[in-house]
């Protein structure tokens, strides 16, 4: 019997001889069995005439991997010698981009395979006579088709994943490209950057980073849900290296993003994450806006050692703002804050009493509620800040509320080391 590889070692000579004369025979019609095999994938495989080129390249691999194969076959060349013809692995780019599934691809070589199986049992005797013999050539090319169908496909496999790699490339460098057309401002086909980043440039555009200091977090899924709570299904996700990521959503409306309308998305994002959103602005310029707020968010959360997981720009814009000069936002705090701008537990909980006064207009009962604590405490802890501070919170209000911002937001930055502390 023969064997899969093709090796003629161990086959009687009568067989040898009826083997090579049968291939040489399917060789002298070889156009006309690539015609039917075609017809017979189609009929199976509707993709493979979706259109003109992709029906003429099917027909090409066909063509050339019945001639390929039956010609190893008739001069007994060992079926490890065989490589994917040129037409075969043009088919398989052209799977790649038309968004065809690998599966689908190689389905082509499973249903060319069975065609010649078919093919070969029905008419084995018009080129066999003997009956015996028959059935040794058709094992013997049917061992040598399984072979060489398993190794082409393997080619045409990895031709296809590279080829699928090459465009998906492309189409990343594409839309990096366009944001940071986008980001810099200049010049820009508004239509053409739409269809390369599937992303509408109308209507709000809000932008977000993520960002993490771990490699098992899955940032484009995170992302995914960022985009979701802000609106949009179908976000524009772009990469910025191994550990960030950038991101914009399209909507007909601002999305609310301050603190108090972000308690949904805080609980998707983990603690080893965090992300800083842009505040919505309109059109191509706002794409730009809100993602510089986002970038300058992202400044202010990794200088301050935020915990808190999603911040917007706008809860802290003001501190980006009086942060250029560290320098000055030291001595500025300093000077408002008085003893109060120390670290220390007490001295942090009467800034933040202070603070929630501040926001309520005075309202106790509000500051204890934000708080969770009981309205005297409030009033204790902010006579205790006034005494450090050393004059009422009544005096310098917008300084005040400024200086506590920043302590809050920095920390460490801009607060002074507890006394006997380096």
């Known amino acids: 019997m023969g064997v899969s590889t093709g090796q003629e070692e161990d086959l009687p000579e009568s067989i040898v001889v009826e083997l090579r004369r049968t291939a040489a025979e399917l060789l002298g019609d070889v156009s006309s069995y690539a015609d039917d095999m075609l017809d017979y994938i189609v009929e199976r495989i509707p993709e493979a005439s979706a259109d003109d080129e992709l029906r003429g390249l099917t027909l090409g691999s066909c063509s050339s991997n019945l001639e390929a194969a039956l010609s190893m076959v008739r001069h007994g060349i060992d079926v490890s010698a065989a490589s994917a013809p040129v037409t075969a692995l043009e088919h398989a780019r052209a799977m790649a981009a038309r968004g065809y599934s690998v599966d689908v691809m190689l389905r082509f070589y499973r249903m060319g395979h069975a065609y010649f199986t078919e093919r070969m049992l029905a008419g084995i ?68 950057a739409e269809r390369t980043l599937s992303h ?59 603190e108090a309308n972000l308690g949904p998305l805080v609980e998707q994002v983990p603690d080893t994450v965090r992300v800083t959103l842009g505040t919505p602005a309109q059109g191509a310029a706002g794409f730009r806006d809100s993602h510089v707020q986002a970038q300058r968010g992202r400044r202010i959360v990794e200088m301050g050692g935020r915990r808190t997981p999603v911040t917007a720009y706008a809860d802290i814009a003001l501190v980006d703002t009086m942060s ?38 005075g309202g106790l009962a509000a500051a204890a509620e934000a708080l969770g604590v009981h309205r005297n405490t409030v009033l204790q802890r902010m006579r205790r800040a006034e005494e450090r501070r050393g004059r009422a919170a009544t005096e310098r209000v917008a300084e005040l509320h400024a200086a506590l911002r920043l302590a809050q937001v920095l920390g460490p930055v801009v607060l002074a080391s507890a006394p006997g502390e380096p």
């Open 125 to 192: 005797t018009e080129f066999v006579p003997d009956p015996v013999l028959a059935v040794e050539v058709v094992d013997s090319l049917q061992r040598y088709a399984f072979a060489y169908v398993d190794r082409i496909s393997s080619e045409v496999a990895a031709e296809y994943v590279a080829e699928l790699d090459r465009i998906q490339t492309r189409a990343r460098a594409a839309r990096t490209d366009a944001v940071r057309a986008l980001i810099a401002g200049g010049r820009v086909d508004l239509r053409r």
């Open 200 to 258: 509408r440039l109308t209507g709000w555009q809000t932008a977000f980073v993520c960002w993490t200091d771990r490699d098992d977090v899955d940032l484009m899924r995170l992302g995914a849900a960022v985009g979701a709570q802000l609106g949009s299904p179908h976000p524009l996700l772009v990469p910025d290296g191994a550990r960030a990521l950038w991101g914009w959503v399209s909507t007909p409306g601002a999305p609310g993003v301050v």
């Open 324 to 361: 250029g000069d560290l320098d000055l936002a030291r001595s500025f705090v300093a000077a408002e804050l008085g003893a109060l701008a120390v670290m220390g537990q007490r001295e942090e909980e009467e800034r933040r009493a202070m603070l929630a006064v501040l926001d309520a207009q």
